[in-house]
């Protein structure tokens, strides 16, 4: 499951938990608007509904981490403007969710969960979470996810002359590692005295948390990061994915310490490591050496068409002892590796799919050909050629440096965008106990004009 679903079932599966399941009850909605996100609202149903559950979860992970009332649910108003955003912004850009996808990601969330639709919707409704209101949620969560996904995509290509330049570096690392953090944010373009401010905070967090505050409700209380909620887990990352910074604090820690407040280009961080694992061996991969024949499904060839031309081919070769390479070329439609008699060179299993791993597992012994199989693009036999076991260490290394650079690209570009969502627009709260620096007081007319929508 991806990150963006992960944190939608947080939110709002928390009843699949028999625990936090008691906890969770309904609420009655109410009307009042609490906060102005440009030209949407943010009602006191909706805060009060997601204060609730994620008060339950925190309640089920640890009680401790707890923090006062007010502070969550500032936390949570916070996550749900940014939220607002980030879907105003998908919908004006022209991204688009249908009711066939709603239905297929509810239908993934159902079986992640071990439960079918039937059964999640009886689950929701145990917990006073209508099903029409989690279906908008549902389409709300993929709006932002393929939001993002854009955004990521303006950071660029990642260029051979890159990964050289990284791998010269050093910075390459193996291993994975599970760290937590707290970003105390700065305002984009941050005054001196802003900048003052946030470090001032960000040293009495630590100091609290030097004091014996648990980490993660630390997090929860104080964090300007959208993990802030889930005591700021990073959960197990590779190595090479994460910041350079946090790689160079972490080495220095072991497992259960945590940093010195760190500066970085967005705030203020405190990084905490939960623990280590791996690196520093060699990659051996087993590769294979086959050879196939694809007959391609068009508008001229049937999918039954196809197949059977791909059982008639493997009966000449294994009944009839004809040339696989031979027939390759004759009849095979895959221009790469037709002219080569089929041959498909030395690859790892998953390098062209599922499809082709599967087949390639049901053959035991050299020149052995498959059974006909189908993909996307049409009908399949296999021939194994050999298998190998080959020290790929330095291609590893290679797509681990293109990895981190496409990714602290992409990092940076979602930051640095999400960042100026928010300076560019106007957000306001409406109730006075959510005012604050970043939450100006709304005036009255914007008030009317959101009551008047």
């Given at each position: 499951m991806n990150k963006l679903f992960a944190a939608f079932l947080a939110l709002f599966l928390v009843a699949t938990a028999p625990v936090a399941r008691a906890q969770i009850q309904p609420v009655e909605p109410l009307d009042r608007i609490v906060a102005i996100a440009e030209d949407d609202v943010i009602l006191q149903s909706e805060l009060d509904r997601a204060v609730t559950q994620i008060q339950a979860q925190i309640q089920h992970n640890n009680p401790q981490q707890l923090p006062p009332m007010d502070v969550l649910r500032s936390q949570m108003l916070d996550r749900l403007i940014m939220n607002r955003l980030q879907i105003q912004r998908a919908s004006s850009t022209g991204i688009r969710v249908t009711d066939n996808e709603v239905d297929q990601a509810i239908g993934r969330i159902a079986q992640s969960n071990n439960i079918d639709i039937t059964q999640l919707r009886s689950a929701l409704a145990r917990d006073g979470v209508d099903y029409d209101d989690f279906r908008k949620q549902t389409k709300e969560q993929i709006l932002v996810q393929r939001l993002q996904q854009r955004i990521m995509q303006g950071a660029g290509n990642v260029s051979d002359a890159e990964v050289d330049t990284?791998?010269?570096?050093?910075?390459?690392?193996?291993?994975?590692?599970?760290?937590?953090?707290?970003l105390i944010a700065t305002p984009e373009n941050a005054s001196a005295e802003q900048i003052q401010t946030a470090k001032q905070k960000a040293d009495d967090v630590k100091k609290q948390i030097d004091g014996g505050l648990d980490f993660a409700a630390?997090?929860?209380?104080?964090?300007?990061?959208?993990?802030?909620?889930?005591?700021?887990?990073?959960?197990?990352?590779?190595?090479?994915?994460?910041?350079?910074?946090?790689?160079?604090?972490?080495?220095?820690?072991?497992?259960?310490?945590?940093?010195?407040?760190?500066?970085?280009?967005?705030?203020?961080?405190?990084?905490?490591?939960?623990?280590?694992?791996?690196?520093?061996?060699?990659?051996?991969?087993?590769?294979?050496?086959?050879?196939?024949?694809?007959?391609?499904?068009?508008?001229?060839?049937?999918?039954?068409?196809?197949?059977?031309?791909?059982?008639?081919?493997?009966?000449?070769i294994?009944?009839?002892?004809?040339?696989?390479?031979?027939?390759?070329?004759?009849?095979?439609?895959?221009?790469?590796?037709?002219n080569?008699?089929?041959?498909?060179?030395?690859?790892?299993?998953?390098?062209?799919?599922?499809?082709?791993?599967?087949?390639l597992g049901s053959l035991?012994?050299?020149?052995?050909?498959?059974?006909?199989?189908?993909?996307?693009?049409?009908?399949?036999?296999?021939?194994?050629?050999?298998?190998?076991?080959?020290?790929?260490?330095?291609?590893?290394?290679?797509?681990?440096?293109?990895?981190?650079?496409?990714?602290?690209?992409?990092?940076?570009?979602?930051?640095?965008?999400?960042?100026?969502?928010?300076?560019?627009?106007?957000?306001?709260?409406?109730?006075?106990?959510?005012?604050?620096?970043?939450?100006?007081?709304?005036?009255?007319?914007?008030?009317?004009?959101?009551?008047?929508?």
């Open positions: 990284l791998l010269a570096s050093g910075n390459v690392k193996t291993g994975e590692i599970h760290l937590a953090h707290i630390a997090a929860i209380r104080y964090s300007n990061a959208q993990d802030a909620l889930e005591g700021g887990d990073l959960q197990w990352r590779p190595l090479s994915a994460l910041p350079e910074a946090f790689v160079q604090i972490a080495e220095t820690l072991t497992p259960g310490q945590v940093s010195q407040v760190v500066r970085g280009p967005n705030g203020f961080h405190i990084i905490k490591v939960v623990d280590k694992r791996g690196g520093g061996s060699k990659q051996l991969v087993t590769e294979y050496h086959a050879r196939h024949i694809m007959i391609p499904v068009t508008e001229l060839v049937s999918s039954a068409e196809a197949q059977k031309t791909a059982a008639d081919l493997r009966r000449r294994v009944d009839g002892k004809e040339d696989f390479a031979k027939l390759a070329k004759e009849y095979s439609k895959d221009p790469p590796t037709a080569l008699g089929g041959d498909m060179g030395w690859f790892p299993i998953d390098r062209f799919g599922t499809a082709v791993a599967t087949a035991k012994a050299n020149n052995e050909v498959s059974q006909p199989f189908q993909t996307d693009v049409g009908w399949h036999i296999l021939q194994l050629l050999g298998k190998r076991d080959a020290d790929r260490t330095v291609e590893t290394q290679r797509e681990q440096a293109r990895e981190l650079i496409r990714q602290r690209k992409a990092e940076d570009e979602i930051e640095s965008t999400l960042r100026q969502f928010r300076s560019d627009s106007y957000i306001c709260a409406v109730d006075p106990a959510y005012v604050t620096k970043e939450r100006q007081a709304c005036s009255g007319a914007a008030i009317k004009k959101a009551e008047s929508k």
